[in-house]
């Protein structure tokens, strides 16, 4: 591939992080409770999640997600990123952790009210 498709294929890539809505999932297997029968574990947090349910936790400082518990117990955990570069007259807000996801993630603040 010509270094001109690449460097273009990386723009893209790079726009896209920074455009997009910072929500991402993560996905981890075998979080099966070792004590309580259908049931992820999400270690992190010691929190429980029922097979086939979600969990949205609140006051974690730091953890502002949902926890979902799937088939063969695969716990399956979205959260928010930061959003990178704000626009010029605009800031992301600290988020709030005493609120459920994804009220939780931070929010672009912009001075003129958009």
Same mark, same amino acid.
Not at 40 to 68: H, N, Q, W
Not at 77 to 106: K, T, V, W
């Given at each position: 591939?010509?270094?001109?498709?690449?460097?273009?294929?990386?723009?893209?890539?790079?726009?896209? =992080?920074?455009?997009?809505?910072?929500?991402?999932?993560?996905?981890?297997?075998?979080?099966?409770?070792?004590?309580?029968?259908?049931?992820?574990?999400?270690?992190?947090?010691?929190?429980?999640?029922?097979?086939?349910?979600?969990?949205?936790?609140?006051?974690?400082?730091?953890?502002?997600?949902?926890?979902?518990?799937?088939?063969?117990?695969?716990?399956?955990?979205?959260?928010?990123?930061?959003?990178?570069?704000?626009?010029?007259?605009?800031?992301?807000? =600290?988020?709030?952790?005493?609120?459920?996801?994804?009220?939780?993630?931070?929010?672009?603040?912009?001075?003129?009210?958009?």
């Amino acid at each position: 591939m010509s270094g001109s498709l690449w460097e273009f294929l990386l723009i893209c890539s790079l726009f896209s =992080a920074v455009t997009g809505n910072g929500l991402s999932t993560q996905y981890r297997g075998k979080t099966q409770h070792p004590d309580l029968p259908n049931h992820c574990i999400y270690e992190e947090l010691d929190l429980t999640v029922p097979l086939y349910g979600s969990a949205l936790p609140t006051g974690y400082r730091g953890y502002c997600v949902k926890a979902m518990c799937t088939e063969d117990y695969l716990l399956m955990i979205r959260h928010c990123d930061p959003m990178p570069f704000p626009r010029s007259g605009c800031h992301l807000s =600290a988020g709030n952790f005493e609120l459920q996801y994804p009220e939780c993630c931070p929010q672009m603040e912009c001075s003129n009210g958009v």
